[in-house]
């Protein structure tokens, strides 16, 4: 047998590749890790196998990070994240207001993928605040026209919740400012108004506003929702387009602090002025809070010399994970101002303070008037007649003719009896009143020698197209 003897140089060059080849390996997995936790655009993501929480929602989540989400693109100005790197699927202009979302779509690069996430343990940023409707336009009375179009149940006015959330195990500086030179890695949350007038969030479900309102940088909550992109980046957006709109879904992390949630059904009011309504307040224990809370409502200082707003009880008792509720009172005067107005819930345990804001809207009734006779009883002799003042006062710019009438009946048994009712006469018959304005006519109620002597009812009706009162004038006829 020969043996060929291998060079120095043949070694050398052997060793050579397999270090080289060991070193590409070594560089291949790491790019792969990097590349698992910073999804890059053109990456294919498999549609998630998490279940909704929200009933409303048939998409499965798919588990991500905030990070992951927004992906590795900053801008080298703000340090926001750019669309240019967001792997998931990305809802349009249209989409984010629908009641339907759909479960894939295609993000700035083309590539179709997911659009519904699950994110778990991360909190509003430190100087971020959950607000509704407050900045943009977020308020509206009727549905968008993805969804329709129509009037929100009763008319009422929803307003979009949302705030800036980040997770500080990969980020803890503030999304809210310039000062920090670091990549933003934070999200806008928000709850589309349409859901809440559609009953997919609100009071009572896994997406309450009202309860998101009150929540603090230092409680942890999971979310799931529908990935959405709003250029520019802006200190509204923690410097970060990012969304998940509309926020189908939250709950409070495990091992949160204990803490307070307050919810309001309805979380809007819409009163006319002179009116009354009612909201019930629930106050929830989170992360294991066991004590009193002590609960105080306030009214908008443009409001809080015409308007009233007070809780029954204002002292409630909770146990760990338990809730209770308490009833707020709202009731506003005739000289209440009309227009848009906040009305605030305080609940206070130890240093524990939350802060539930309401939305109050005030409105005009329809123009109307109000119609009085004076006297309201009178004494006739039989065959003589008397006199009564009728008025009628324009409400809330009520302009318009009103005409008068006036029916006579028997009161009592004996004037049953007469072959002759009194009758009733107006001078004048219609009174044209100006807006907030005051008119008088005089009524005649006269009687015959043929009227039996007994008790009669006047009724007095003025109309004026849709709009009608009544009063009524008690006489008697008496043979003197």
Known sequence: MVKTLKTATQINQ?????????MLSAVLAVSIGLFAAHSVSGTTIAPGDLQSWNPNVSCHATLATVHQVIGNHFNSSTQGALESGGPFGVLNGTDESSLHPPCMA??????????????????????????????GGKCG??????????????GQTFCNAYGVFQDTSAYTGNCETLQDPNPK????????????????CGAGTVCNNSTLDALNPTQKIDVQG???????????HGYSSWELHPLSAWRISNGSTPDLSIAASPSSLSLQQGSSSTSLVTIQSTGGFSGTVTLAAGTSPAIANTTTASLNPTT?????????????????????????????????????????????VVTAPPPDFTLSANPTSMTVPIGSSGMATITLHSLYNFVGTVNLAASVAPADTTASLSLVDPTASFNPASVDLTSNGTGTSTMSVSSSLLTTPGTYTVTITA????????????????LL
């Open 316 to 360: 409630v008792i909770l146990t760990q994970g338990s809730s209770a509720t308490s009833t707020m009172t709202v009731q506003t005067s005739p000289s209440t101002p009309t227009g848009s107005y906040n009305l605030n819930i305080k609940a206070t345990s130890g240093n524990i303070v939350r802060i539930l804001t309401i939305h109050l």
């Open 141 to 154: 009375t009727k549905y968008t026209p993805t969804n329709g179009g129509g009037p929100y149940p009763g």
């Open 463 to 478: 109309n004026s197209g849709t709009i009608s009162h009544s009063t009524t004038v008690t006489v008697t006829i008496s």
């Open 14 to 22: 052997k060793r050579t590749k397999a270090l080289l080849l060991t």
């Open 185 to 200: 890695i934070c999200i806008r949350l928000e709850i589309d108004r349409d859901w809440m007038a559609s009953g997919y």
């Open 106 to 135: 295609p993000n700035v690069n083309g590539t179709i993928n997911p659009t519904f996430v699950e994110i778990h343990g991360i909190s509003l940023t430190g100087s971020s605040t959950v607000d509704d409707g407050a900045i």
């Open 226 to 236: 529908f990935v959405t992109w709003h250029p520019p980046s802006s200190s509204g």
